[in-house]
């Protein structure tokens, strides 16, 4: 077989799921940490929401080991210190974004009627430590009246930082 077709035999899903209750704040999922040692390698990277009551648009930002320890997915409709605004919104703390972004109009990021959105242009690479943060970019205060949530889903290659990979592009 191949050095390619065995690479890409690695791949894995991986689902995130944040709180699907969010009432009074804005809702956001957070991904496990890159593990000690490692480097994902995203092949694919979507963004689920739960209501489809509004249209809501949902970045992706990759988050730095200094602040991702911090941040994890909640367990109730609460707020997170990662985000700078009231009610989960941005700007954040710290993050790069990884998805197309700039405009809360932007007709590529939206999630129309419960549906899912592409979340990164590929391949994109995440060092260890680090996490994505897939969060509502909206121009209204919360999500009332209907509950929200938001699932990060991941297809991703897992590898050694010191590993040959072959070229992606």
């Known amino acids: 077989m191949s050095f390619c077709a065995d690479f890409y035999r690695r791949i894995q899903a991986r689902r995130w799921t944040g709180f699907q209750g969010f009432i009074l704040n804005k809702a956001f999922a957070v991904s496990d940490a890159v593990p000690a040692g490692k480097v994902w390698i995203f092949m694919s990277l979507s963004g689920f929401r739960l209501s489809s009551a509004s249209i809501r648009i949902i970045h992706f930002f990759a988050v730095p080991p200094a602040d991702a320890g911090s941040l994890v997915n909640l367990a109730a409709d609460g707020i997170s210190p990662h985000f700078a605004g009231v009610n989960n919104n941005p700007p954040l703390k710290s993050g790069v974004l990884l998805s197309i972004g700039g405009s809360t109009g932007l007709t590529d990021m939206q999630s129309l009627g419960g549906s899912s959105v592409n979340g990164v242009n590929l391949p994109s690479y995440l060092p260890e ?13 919360a999500t009332s009246p209907a509950a929200d949530g938001i699932t990060i889903d991941a297809a991703l290659i897992e590898v050694a930082t010191d590993e040959c990979i072959p070229d992606l592009l």
């Open 129 to 141: 430590g680090w996490k994505v943060l897939a969060c509502l970019d909206s121009s209204e205060a």
